[in-house]
């Protein structure tokens, strides 16, 4: 993430400091890189002042703060320890973080500011606060993955997704709660206890990335790292009124040294590592950070976080929502406004129906579920709790049990699933779909029956899983917040096309506002 010739770094500190959705950091990214080959190495310039933000600085996003850092309107360690402060306050009764690593990121810090100093070449993250989940290898701690039993799992190195973010500069001062495993929907565990959502209790911060979502929407860090193989990175963004891009997979390296084994292939191919941020612009700013080569994953790709854009008016497909599904009226209030929202900023929004969604879900469904049956099941029950038993044995019931034959039958049918929505985005290249067709479940809620797991995966999160089983990209955008609780949409897109859903994410964050300042009012 931090390989970087001056040229392109000196690039990148004009960038931060922009904030539009047209003009993206990641847009003057790429441009960086294909022009580095021409600019010849320049030494490092004193950047012209920028003004302090206003507010807390706990309530700068990435954007803001990487720019304060870089004019020197603010030290890193000054930022750290407002956000050190800001977690110690608010954490105590959420439970988001459960790794409070401050003192060696204070010793970050003052690394930081010395580096700055010295004149020398910055990232596009230096002194940027940030948390990591718990579930990727942090060099000399345990990787818990919300187990207890894995408390011999030392990380030798740290994870290329880890690595990729302090290479850009980015501070860590603290890991997030995950569930065991990280294969539950809500985000609890013997080792750690339950993460609560900051906007209200009796609601889910969701999972399995809910320690970041809970975390950076309370204003824990600007940019908090996840990952998703089911809805784990979009899921905890709905629910704690917070932005996120899951990612083309491959988009982001993957790897984790202190794993005993190596992943099987098609939980591999399904997930993603990602970032969730209050700010679409934070989003972009991570997902350039995150996205740098790294060896140690076979499946990184190195595509362009830019690609030719559509011939306007963009088409947006407004997904029809499949007949089974019991649509809540907030919900359908919150897809109209924001398909009301890319109107007005020129996108072309029509309700068509998207390819077989219902196959699509299936497919992951029985995919991952078999997969897990005949590779982790027995290993993972031994040292789980009967909340996991139950929560895993509901999605299991809804899974068709499969032979070898069937197995290799199903894995090639996503070849087709993904080629129609490749041919389907030729016509649309952004969907808008809902992330959940009813208000935000209790926090336990996959624990009271195998069919309330089923309903909740299947009849409420439908469009969702279906995205992981594709490797698409989808953004999650806040719209609205009703009754006191976040409401998102997501946007989806073609493969390695994460610029075009971040940038209609944008584009109605930008109408809608960031809602995360709501939250801090009542919080305060």
């Not at 579930?135 to 994870?159: C, H, M, Q, T, W």
């Not at 013997?190 to 399995?208: A, E, F, K, R, Y």
Request: charged content about 25%; hydrophobic content about 40%.
């Amino acid at each position: 993430m931090a390989k970087k010739t001056a040229s392109k770094k000196k690039s990148a500190s004009k960038k931060v400091t922009k904030t539009s959705s047209k003009t993206s950091t990641v847009r003057k990214g790429a441009v960086a890189k294909t022009a580095k080959k021409t600019v010849k190495k320049a030494a490092p310039r004193k950047t012209a002042a920028v003004r302090r933000p206003k507010g807390p600085v706990w309530q700068w996003s990435a954007v803001e703060t990487a720019a304060a850092i870089r004019s020197g309107a603010i030290s890193a360690v000054e930022t750290v320890e407002a956000h050190l402060d800001r977690m110690r306050a608010v954490n105590p009764r959420l439970n988001a973080v459960v790794v409070d690593l401050g003192e060696e990121a204070l010793k970050a810090a003052h690394a930081a500011d010395k580096q700055r100093a010295k004149g020398s070449e910055l990232g596009l993250l230096h002194g940027v606060p940030i948390t990591i989940k718990e579930n990727v290898d942090y060099e000399g701690r345990p990787n818990f993955n919300g187990v207890p039993a894995n408390k011999d799992l030392i990380a030798p190195s740290d994870s290329p997704v880890v690595s990729n973010l302090k290479k850009a500069g980015a501070i860590v001062i603290g890991l997030t709660n995950t569930p065991e495993f990280s294969f539950r929907g809500f985000t609890d565990n013997p080792l750690h206890g339950l993460t609560l959502n900051p906007w209200d209790p009796d609601i889910t911060c969701g999972g399995s990335s809910g320690g970041a979502g809970s975390a950076v929407a309370a204003g824990i860090g600007t940019i908090a790292h996840g990952n998703d193989i089911g809805g784990s990175l979009r899921w905890p963004a709905h629910c704690n009124g917070v932005a996120t891009i899951k990612p083309t997979q491959g988009r982001i390296p993957a790897f984790n040294g202190s794993a005993t084994a190596e992943r099987p292939m098609l939980a591999h191919l399904m997930s993603a590592q990602g970032p969730l941020a209050r700010h679409v612009a934070d989003v972009r700013l991570a997902l350039e950070a995150m996205s740098q080569r790294d060896p140690r994953d076979p499946w990184w790709v190195p595509a362009p976080l830019i690609g030719e854009r559509p011939k306007g008016p963009i088409k947006v497909a407004l997904a029809k929502i499949p007949e089974d599904m019991d649509v809540d009226p907030s919900v359908a209030a919150a897809l109209r406004q924001a398909a009301d929202h890319l109107e007005r900023s020129g996108y072309r929004v029509s309700e068509v129906e998207v390819p077989d969604i219902n196959g699509v879900w299936q497919t992951w469904c029985d995919i991952i579920t078999n997969e897990t049956v005949v590779m982790q099941e027995a290993g993972m029950l031994k040292v789980t709790s009967e909340d996991f038993h139950k929560a895993w044995g509901g999605m299991r019931a809804k899974a068709n049990g499969l032979d070898l034959k069937a197995w290799m039958q199903a894995t090639a049918a996503r070849n087709g699933h993904i080629r129609a929505w490749q041919l389907f985005f030729e016509d649309y290249p952004v969907v808008l779909a809902p992330t959940t067709v009813k208000p935000t479940p209790g926090p336990r809620d996959d624990t009271v029956s195998a069919e309330r797991v089923q309903q909740i995966f299947w009849g409420e999160i439908r469009f969702i899983s279906a995205i992981n089983v594709l490797g698409l990209p989808g953004a999650v955008v806040p719209v609205a917040v009703h009754e006191g609780k976040p409401i998102g949409v997501q946007l989806i897109a073609g493969r390695y096309r994460e610029d075009l859903a971040l940038d209609a994410a944008a584009a109605i964050e930008k109408r809608a506002g960031v809602i995360a300042h709501r939250l801090w009012e009542t919080m305060a």
